[in-house]
């Protein structure tokens, strides 16, 4: 069996008392037969931090963007045109809009996002998508920007199951955490019964929001395996069924060659 974590930051994970190292992490998913994980950036420091942290390794996979509540750390729109046109990049993100947490640049998130999006439409790399608090500013600029056309995903899902239909409607993919879970999530839960299997994605977007059993400690990506079988339970389906489309909805979203979705790749 084959999962993926599609979303998760690597460089937040405790390498002092849990981890030896990013090999130790790979082991211990590898292990619950997570073998692919997509380490998303949050700042462009961040990029090349994690960048550097992970090296060559086959498991990982990278993606570059500036999160909407990191505007007041530096960054240049070239300058991240430039670090995700790199080979090794699949995806431009996370960015979004975050009203819950910050309402005073509205704008400056609103053109953050907009320049994402250009650039995945440029490079034809998808956009990782968060939100939280801002549902209709969000969709609007995923049409305005014709955000469809590099494709994309709204990761960590936590929206209704009206949002997920108009996802669905732009084309894109809608990733669930451990979020689903837990034991007030039943309007979630309603929501992942609605998307369907061929437009999922799972994700653990370590090391935040641990899944049940492991809520209230540090998540990591081997545990994308509990949220995996929390969602096939869901879904009626085996593990085994979502574990391979959820795989392939990952190669077909970010253009990967199909040995990249093997044990060998």
Not at 1 to 6: G, H, K, P, T
Not at 50 to 72: A, F, K, M, W, Y
Not at 233 to 253: D, H, M, P, S, Y
């Amino acid at each position: 069996m084959f999962l993926v974590d599609s979303h998760c930051h690597l460089d937040g994970l405790n390498y002092e008392t849990l981890h030896r190292d990013v090999a130790d992490v790979v082991a211990k998913a590898g292990a619950r037969d997570v073998h692919l994980m997509l380490a998303v950036a949050t700042t462009l420091a961040g990029f090349r931090k994690t960048r550097d942290l992970i090296g060559q390794r086959n498991e990982v996979l990278l993606s570059c963007g500036i999160h909407p509540l990191n505007l007041d750390e530096p960054y240049d729109f070239d300058e991240l045109r430039q670090l995700a046109a790199g080979a090794e990049v699949i995806a431009l993100g996370e960015t979004g809009l975050d009203y819950y947490y910050q309402q005073d640049n509205k704008a400056e998130q609103q053109t953050s996002l907009r320049e994402h999006i250009r650039i995945g439409r440029q490079l034809n790399k998808p956009v990782i998508i968060h939100t939280r608090a801002a549902r209709d500013d969000t969709l609007a600029i995923l049409r305005e920007e014709r955000a469809g056309e590099c494709g994309g995903v709204l990761h960590c899902f936590t929206e209704d199951t009206e949002t997920a239909r108009v996802l669905l409607d732009l084309g894109f993919y809608i990733s669930f955490s451990g979020m689903v879970t837990f034991r007030n999530a039943e309007p979630l839960r309603e929501a992942a019964r609605y998307v369907p299997l061929d437009r999922l994605l799972v994700e653990t977007d370590s090391p935040y929001l641990a899944p049940v059993p492991f809520r209230g400690k540090e998540n990591q990506p081997a545990y994308v395996r509990d949220v995996a079988d929390f969602m096939a339970g869901l879904k009626g389906v085996t593990i085994e069924a979502l574990a391979q489309a959820t795989t392939a909805n990952f190669g077909q979203l970010f253009h990967l060659e199909p040995v990249r979705l093997t044990r060998a790749g």
